[in-house]
């Protein structure tokens, strides 16, 4: 079972998500310039959004390369000496790299500051894991085993491998997934896909030539204390995601609850969750527009971007937002013509923005809280999967 989600959201002059140049992020697609918002800065956005937060207390990971360092924090916690516990966090830098060092490469530790241990690959892992790694080595520190030795003792003498830790019962880790070049972490198959978000309209850069003037600059001095330029747009995005549920249920180990609940949360964050680009200079704070939320039982999932190959543009009668939401009604439509909706359960679509729907009139609902209702009572996982 499949559950996908299409939001049409159009932004105030903003800059959510920035490239290497300080501009925001653009694509080329249908053979016009797109803005884009990159799909890693989405799903950032929603791990750290608070409602995904708190929904899913007690169920999240860290996406940190600071795994020795929290391991030597709760050692000292179980009153490891401090000394001792630095070793140990030394000696762990290595945990989340596989690969052997190339000639002339520095040592991790060779690249952080003092007492701060970090791993040469950043890495999701759960606090089980941190805690796992520390009871380990904590039970050899009680043999009298040195500091050095105990990290050496945790490793697995014919393959070399840390402690198998626990699998992750994490929430985001079991959406997102985990990769990693160390066999010391277990690889985790992402739940979910998220697209990046592309403008339904062409798209033209803005750029804001701003100055700032010091307060305490004598009279007598003119000019000011700092200029700059920040680029910029204006764009109604189209966003695209899809959660595989019994996925999802296998990576949190069978656990249904957690699934609908790692969904509804999802679905909550998705809509809340604005990237924080400049927000504090352009305050785009804009919600979507128009929520379509599709549950499959069977049948390949469908990205509805191709209704916006060719940019849309509004009208005298019509706004850029209503233009966008009828053409992704009418390309739904299209495509359901040709191959059908066998094994879609339910299609709600919830509107801020009223729009003229053809293939979607019968499924509106009022509010995004009937939407997740409708959704959530429509996700019926497979017995024995």
């Known amino acids: 079972m499949k559950v996908e989600l299409h939001l049409i959201q159009n ?3 903003s800059c959510l998500n920035r490239d290497d140049t ?5 694509c080329e697609f249908g053979g016009h310039r797109r803005a884009r918002i990159s799909s890693q800065c989405i799903k950032r956005a929603i791990r750290w959004d608070g409602t995904f937060q708190e929904r899913l207390e007690g169920y999240l990971s860290s996406r940190s390369l600071r795994f020795p360092n929290q391991v030597a924090e709760v050692l000292k ?3 490891v000496e401090q000394d001792s516990a630095n070793i140990i966090g030394k000696n762990l830098q290595d945990i989340a790299k596989s690969e052997k060092k190339e000639q002339g490469e520095k040592k991790a530790e060779d690249n952080y500051e003092l007492d701060i241990f970090k791993t040469p690959q950043i890495v999701f892992y759960t606090p089980d894991e941190v805690r796992a790694c520390a009871e380990s080595i904590k039970s050899l520190l009680d043999k009298n085993v040195k500091p050095q030795d105990a990290v050496k003792e945790i490793r697995n003498k014919k393959s070399g491998r840390f402690v198998h830790f626990p699998t992750p019962r994490s929430a985001d880790i079991a959406l997102f997934g985990r990769m990693v070049t160390s066999d010391n972490f277990k690889h985790v198959d992402a739940a979910c896909q998220v697209a990046h978000a592309i403008s339904t309209n062409k798209v033209l850069m803005d750029m804001d030539f701003y100055t700032a003037i010091d307060d305490l600059q004598p009279e007598a001095e003119t000019g000011a204390g700092m200029m700059g330029v920040t680029g910029f747009n204006s764009s109604c995005f189209y966003r695209y995601s899809l959660i595989d549920m019994e996925q999802l249920k296998k990576n949190l180990g069978g656990d249904e609850e957690l699934a609908r609940k790692t969904l509804e949360a999802f679905l909550h964050a998705s809509v809340a969750a604005i990237p924080t680009g400049k927000q504090n200079s352009m305050a785009a704070q804009n919600p979507p527009d128009a929520i379509f939320a599709v549950v499959r039982q069977d049948g390949a999932p469908m ?3 191709n209704a916006f190959a060719t940019p849309v543009k509004p009208a ?4 850029l937002v209503q233009a966008s939401i009828e053409a992704m009604d009418s390309y739904w439509g299209k495509l359901t013509k040709v191959y ?3 094994g879609v359960n339910v299609r709600p679509i919830c509107l801020v923005e009223e729009a ?3 293939s979607l009139k019968n499924q509106k609902v009022s509010s995004f809280e009937e939407l997740v209702r409708k959704i959530a009572d429509a996700t019926v996982f497979e017995e024995g999967k």
């Not at 300080?22 to 653009?26: F, G, L, S, V, Y």
């Not at 005298?316 to 706004?319: A, F, I, P």
């Open 340 to 342: 059908g909706e066998d």
């Open 22 to 26: 300080n501009t925001p992020k653009d």
């Open 356 to 358: 003229e729907l053809d």
């Open 77 to 79: 916690k179980m009153g």
């Open 316 to 319: 005298r009668d019509k706004s």
């Open 303 to 305: 990205s509805l971007a």
């Open 11 to 13: 932004f105030a002059p």
